[in-house]
Each structure stands twice: as C-alpha cells, then as structure tokens.
C-alpha cells in the first residue's frame, strides 16, 4: 500500500520531468530558460523558437504521452483477455489491418498508375487508408466474436487476419517501386513527429475514450483473471465485457496506429512493467500505473530518438524496442515473476 | 418443513443429445451432497446445467423457490457459487483480493467493498483457517491452501448453493480429508447447499450427507451414503471389470455426541454405526439416549428405533438419522 503511493508520488514528476526534457531538447539548441517561457505561454525573442516548440515539439511530446499510455493501455486489455502475458495491442490484427491500409494507399495507388493521389493527400490519407484498414479488420473480429464463444479462437483468428494482411502487403511489395516501398517501410518505422493541430485533438480524444472505457471494466477485467468460467459464475456478461474491451482496443491502438503508425514493443512490455513495480495484478491500479508508465517510457523513448544535439532522428520503433527490451529482460531476471501473472 | 434449496425440475441435461433425462432432484439446507459416477456419466454437464453455463434441453432450476431462467446473471450469481478444479496461476493477486472477489456479485461497478462485504469476506477466511495468509499472494500458498481461498472466495459469494467441481483431485490424502471436514462443517454453519462433483468414493462415505449417484441405467440414486452402499447401487454403478467396490476397512472412529444403543450384526450393522457416526452421534453397546436395532432377512434389512416409549420401524440408514435427528431436537 504505502510502497504504490511512494511510487505514485515518484512517477508523476518524473513523467513532468521527462516531458519538459524532451521539449527542450532537439536539434536546434534553445536555451532552457527560453524553453519554459514559451510553454508557460510568453513569447520568446526568436520567433523561429517559438514556432520550433509550439508546432512541432509540444504536439511531438503531447503525442508520446497519448501513444505510449493508449497502447500500454490497450496491451493491458489483450493479457487479460486472453490470458497471455504475450499478448499485445496487435494480436487481434488491428495493426495489421492499418498496414495493409496503408500499403493499398501508397502501393497498389501506384500499381494501377494513380502516383498523384498518396502526395495529394498527404498526411490525411495515410491517416484515412489506416483507419480504414484497421476498422475493417475490427468489424470482422467483431463479428466473430459475436458468433464465437471461445476467447483463445478469437485470438488465433486475429493472429491469422494479421498473417492475412502482411502476405497481402507482401504481394504489394513485390510489384511495387523501390521508391514506394521505402514510403511505406518508413511509415512502419513509427513517428510521433506527425500528429499537428486538430489530429492532436483527434489523437487525444481517442485515447481519452478508450482509457475511460477500460477504466468502466476494472472489476470485470479482474474477474477475468481467475478464468472465464468464474468471471459468469460472478455475473459478468462476458459477451459485453469482450466486445467492450474489443472495441477500447480497436480504438486504442487503430487510432494511435493510423496517426504514428504501428510502434511496437510498449503495448506488450509496459502492462508487465506496472505489475511488476506495483506488485499487483488488481486493473483498479494496473489500469492507471500502466497509463502512467506507458507515457514515462514513450516520452523517454522519443527523448532518446532524436539524438539531442544532432541533427539526426532515429526510428521510434527501433528505440522503444531497443531500449526497452534490455530493461524489461533485467526486470523479469530480477524478479523472474512473469509468469506468475497468467494461466498457461 | 421448509421447501428445498435447490429443486430440479423434469430436467433433461446433455450438449447435443439428452445424457440424462427427466431428473427430478432436490437438495435441503444444510446438506453436503456428494454428486458421483462413473467418467462421462454427466456429472460434469450436471454441475455446469445447474451452474447455468449450460443450458438445459429441458426442465427448469429452481433456488430458493426462484427458477434460475428468469434472473439476471447477477441475481444468478447471488444464489450459487463455483468452485472449480482448473489450475489458476494469479500473480500477485492476494488471499483476500481473491477471496474479496467472491463479493463482485453484491458491489458496485468498481467492485469497492461496503461494511457488509468486508465481513462476509472476514467469515469465510475465518471459516476456511486463513485469516494469516490474507495477505499473501495466492501463488505463494499450497494446493492445499489455494482450495481453500477459493471456497473461502465461493463461501464470499454468499449464496444458497456452492458448486463444487472436483475440488480435491489435486490435493494428498491429508488435504483431502481437511477440505472434505471444512465443506462439511461450512455446508452445517452457513446453512447451504453444497453439491460436489468428487470420484472420492471412500471420503463421500465418511462426509456427505447425501449422495446423487449418476447409475449405469442413466438414472440418479439419491439417499444417505450407507444406504446406497447397502443397497448394492454403488457396487453396480462403480464395479468394472476385475474392480470391485469393497469397503472391508471397519471405521476406526467411535464418534463423539449424544450416545445412541446399537445391536445387530453383519455388514448392516457396520453400516448403520458408520451412518450414526457420520450424523454425529456415538453409537455404544450400552443404553443410551435412543436405541437402534438392526436385523437381516433374506437380504432385506429392517431397522427398528426405539425412541422412549415409542418404537418405530424404519426402512433405511437414512430414515434412521432424521427420525433420530427430530427426536433428539425435541
């Protein structure tokens, strides 16, 4: 008890902490004095400053902090639906299904001789084709798991859309142009540098939605951890909680997927993270600690991407993966709990 | 007489096909109902339809008077509660989390727990001997200790029937027999139902009160443990190939409780002091406070009780205990 509250009063000025470093950092060097000044809302001297940290290093920092905690979030959802601490945000296809999207939008475009339309659009339609992708793929899950009882099929179902979708994105690529699979490969890279103005609102909206959702299905969550039989024998309706925790999901990690693209490795490792630090497997404090915790490592993550002092920008997703698999894999040796969390 | 807890009504159970059919079963407070046959007789899918994970093909449930098909499946879950034999790997979960689960029934949507929830939750670790290990992960604990966290969670729960499904398949002889004496003294002190699904032939003969043995015709034989053992139904329904039942052990215990006179001889009589035993009364050679006499004839076995001034004949272990039982009330 008192051990959480610690930590509680720990992890939120760091999160501040982080938040504030990763703005003031970049490759331009503003000085720090300056760098509070424009957020605190005063105009610096340098109107180019200004512009630097209001368009594009706040919404960058605000963008981590959306996306790291909607997927942390979103990750937590799938291990306790399922069951298994490897299951992620992804394992239903959501994010497979956003691929595909995007891979019809940039490639095939292009296959049929229709180039102009990716560069017309920009940004928007590569927001569009994966939002579109990843709803497709929702309203087929959906519609299982409406006639499927069974949770474990359902999941082996998504495991098999998302195969679907990256041999399909695979045939893409064969007929493609080297120029547009580079595109496409660098939208799988992740970025958090391309959510502005009213996509930002969107992003947050999303991500505000779902994590209120999640946090409506605290008990029902729990009650899923003594298995599914139990969880009715309590009077959950499975049926309602897993369409609900389908649909937080979906809008989770589609949403963060169609604005950044797919960014691995949170959504799996940060749920771990917050049993391991709080020590608890209770979703009244897991759905917060994870939210808190997903926002601190993507902060850090991205604070690490963009190399302060260099002009240079690393790929998000090999940061996250980078550093967090080491720290998680030190965890786990520490505590060599990780399974204890799950059923087989 | 009260009506029964728990009332099966013409039901016919089974997934595809009808596995048995027509059960007219009921169950009273207070009793441990031990629920028994061979693999695949339907004692599964007979806990899982009165569960109502199953629906029925036929027929209606009734607990408490309300039939089960028309309540919610929170008003469900405030009337029977589960305890399952799958293997559950809870992390950091603890005893009393656990157990303050069994409470999910009667909270609010975030589970917090009232006054009224956090005794409940007090009773049933008291009732199950954990109150020390309330705050240890449930990982920590032995199978033995994790059986009874989840009674303890199913005791929580707080309804008028507990399903039990193969609770002690994993535990060692000790353990079995102190979940089988905890089930027994929970099923007398909170007043439940309590049905569970066992193979444990020789503890159900030492515990329930009642037995439903699923028979190789499809039918279910209710009555005391001693009278199907009697009858000859178990050995019918248990006996396979070169098996056969055999209950040569004669019971150590002498009992303990208000001391019964006993005479007869043979396997009846042994019966019949195993059945006084297991109701709580200590039979004795000398004159006690009622007298049970047992006699044997072409393999018809009457009983015959003396109750005071009056005498009355009985025509089963079972009829023995509740005609001794209201008497003794008295």
């Known amino acids: 008890m008192k051990n959480s509250k610690i930590l509680w009063m720990a992890l939120?000025?760091?999160?501040?902490?982080?938040?504030?470093?990763?703005?003031?950092?970049?490759?331009?060097?503003?000085?720090?004095?300056?760098?509070?000044?424009?957020?605190?809302?005063?105009?610096?001297?340098?109107?180019?400053?200004?512009?630097?940290?209001?368009?594009?290093?706040?919404?960058?920092?605000?963008?981590?902090?959306?996306?790291?905690?909607?997927?942390?979030?979103?990750?937590?959802?799938?291990?306790?639906?399922?069951?298994?601490?490897?299951?992620?945000?992804?394992?239903?296809?959501?994010?497979?299904?956003?691929?595909?999207?995007?891979?019809?939008?940039?490639?095939?475009?292009?296959?049929?001789?229709?180039?102009?339309?990716?560069?017309?659009?920009?940004?928007?339609?590569?927001?569009?084709?994966?939002?579109?992708?990843?709803?497709?793929?929702?309203?087929?899950?959906?519609?299982?798991?409406?006639?499927?009882?069974?949770?474990?099929?359902?999941?082996?179902?998504?495991?098999?859309?998302?195969?679907?979708?990256?041999?399909?994105?695979?045939?893409?690529?064969?007929?493609?142009?080297?120029?547009?699979?580079?595109?496409?490969?660098?939208?799988?890279?992740?970025?958090?540098?391309?959510?502005?103005?009213a996509e930002l609102w969107w992003l947050a909206a999303i991500v505000v939605l779902g994590s209120f959702l999640s946090w409506l299905m605290v008990k029902p969550l729990n009650s899923l951890l003594l298995g599914e039989t139990y969880a009715r024998s309590m009077g959950v309706s499975l049926r309602t909680t897993r369409l609900l925790i389908i649909i937080s999901t979906a809008l989770l990690a589609g949403g963060i997927t169609a604005f950044c693209g797919p960014l691995a490795f949170i959504g799996i490792a940060i749920p771990h993270l917050a049993r391991i630090l709080f020590k608890t497997s209770d979703h009244r404090k897991l759905v917060p600690a994870s939210l808190l915790l997903g926002a601190i490592i993507m902060v850090l993550c991205d604070t690490i991407a963009q190399v302060p002092g260099t002009p240079q920008t690393l790929p998000i997703n090999a940061i996250t993966s980078l550093v967090g698999a080491p720290a998680v894999i030190a965890i786990l040796i520490r505590n060599r709990q990780l399974g204890k969390s799950f059923a087989k | 007489m009260t009506a029964a807890k728990l009332i099966t009504d013409n039901l016919t159970i089974g997934y595809d096909h009808a596995l048995l059919s027509g059960l007219g079963l009921t169950a009273n407070s207070g009793e441990f109902v031990c629920l028994m046959g061979p693999n695949g007789s339907g004692k599964s899918t007979l806990l899982r339809t009165l569960a109502t994970l199953l629906p029925p093909l036929q027929g209606s449930i009734l607990v408490d008077s309300q039939s089960l098909f028309q309540l919610s499946a929170r008003e469900k879950a405030q009337l029977i509660s589960l305890v399952l034999t799958e293997h559950l790997d809870l992390g950091y979960l603890r005893v009393n989390e656990l157990v303050a689960m069994g409470r999910y029934p009667h909270t609010g949507w975030r589970g917090q727990l009232q006054n009224a929830d956090r005794e409940a939750v007090e009773q049933a670790l008291n009732a199950t001997g954990l109150q020390d290990l309330a705050m240890r992960p449930v990982q920590e604990l032995s199978d033995g200790q994790r059986q009874k966290a989840l009674i303890a969670r199913a005791l929580a729960q707080d309804g008028s029937v507990m399903l039990l499904d193969e609770p002690l398949i994993h535990l060692d002889?000790?353990?079995?027999?102190?979940?089988?004496?905890?089930?027994?003294?929970?099923?007398?002190?909170?007043?439940?139902?309590?049905?569970?699904?066992?193979?444990?032939?020789?503890?159900?003969?030492?515990?329930?009160?009642?037995?439903?043995?699923?028979?190789?015709?499809?039918?279910?034989?209710?009555?005391c443990p001693e009278d199907l053992v009697l009858t000859g139904q178990i050995n019918d329904t248990f006996d396979q190939g070169d098996y056969k039942f055999h209950h040569h052990q004669e019971s150590q215990e002498n009992g303990s409780g208000p001391q019964i006179q006993i005479s007869g001889s043979g396997r009846a009589l042994e019966w019949t002091r195993r059945g006084l035993i297991r109701a709580g009364y200590q039979p004795v050679q000398k004159p006690g406070l009622a007298k049970v006499m047992v006699t044997e004839e072409q393999h018809i076995i009457h009983w015959t009780l003396e109750l005071g001034e009056n005498s009355l004949a009985c025509s089963s272990v079972e009829k023995v205990i509740v005609a001794l039982g209201r008497y003794i009330d008295k």
């Not at chain 1, 970049?26 to 424009?38: C, H, K, L, R």
């Not at chain 1, 180039?115 to 994966?130: D, I, N, P």
């Not at chain 1, 493609?176 to 660098?186: G, K, N, R, T, V």
């Not at chain 2, 329930?208 to 209710?222: E, F, M, N, P, Q």
């Open chain 1, 12 to 197: 939120i000025p760091l999160l501040t902490l982080l938040m504030l470093v990763n703005v003031g950092l970049g490759s331009v060097v503003i000085p720090w004095t300056e760098v509070i000044d424009i957020i605190l809302g005063n105009s610096s001297s340098n109107p180019g400053w200004n512009t630097i940290i209001r368009e594009f290093r706040l919404p960058k920092t605000l963008t981590a902090v959306l996306a790291g905690s909607g997927l942390a979030i979103s990750g937590l959802l799938m291990q306790t639906l399922f069951r298994n601490p490897l299951a992620g945000p992804f394992v239903l296809g959501i994010s497979s299904g956003a691929s595909l999207g995007v891979a019809l939008l940039i490639m095939a475009t292009q296959i049929l001789g229709v180039t102009w339309m990716a560069h017309a659009w920009g940004s928007g339609a590569t927001v569009l084709a994966a939002v579109a992708g990843s709803g497709f793929i929702l309203l087929v899950i959906l519609t299982a798991s409406f006639y499927i009882g069974d949770s474990m099929t359902l999941l082996i179902i998504g495991l098999m859309l998302g195969s679907l979708s990256g041999a399909l994105v695979s045939v893409l690529q064969y007929f493609s142009q080297a120029e547009q699979i580079q595109s496409y490969l660098i939208w799988t890279f992740g970025s958090l540098g391309g959510v502005h103005g």
């Open chain 2, 173 to 223: 002889v000790g353990n079995k027999w102190e979940v089988m004496n905890l089930l027994r003294i929970t099923t007398r002190n909170f007043n439940k139902v309590l049905l569970m699904a066992t193979h444990e032939i020789d503890l159900c003969l030492q515990f329930a009160d009642k037995l439903w043995l699923i028979t190789r015709d499809g039918s279910v034989a209710v009555g």
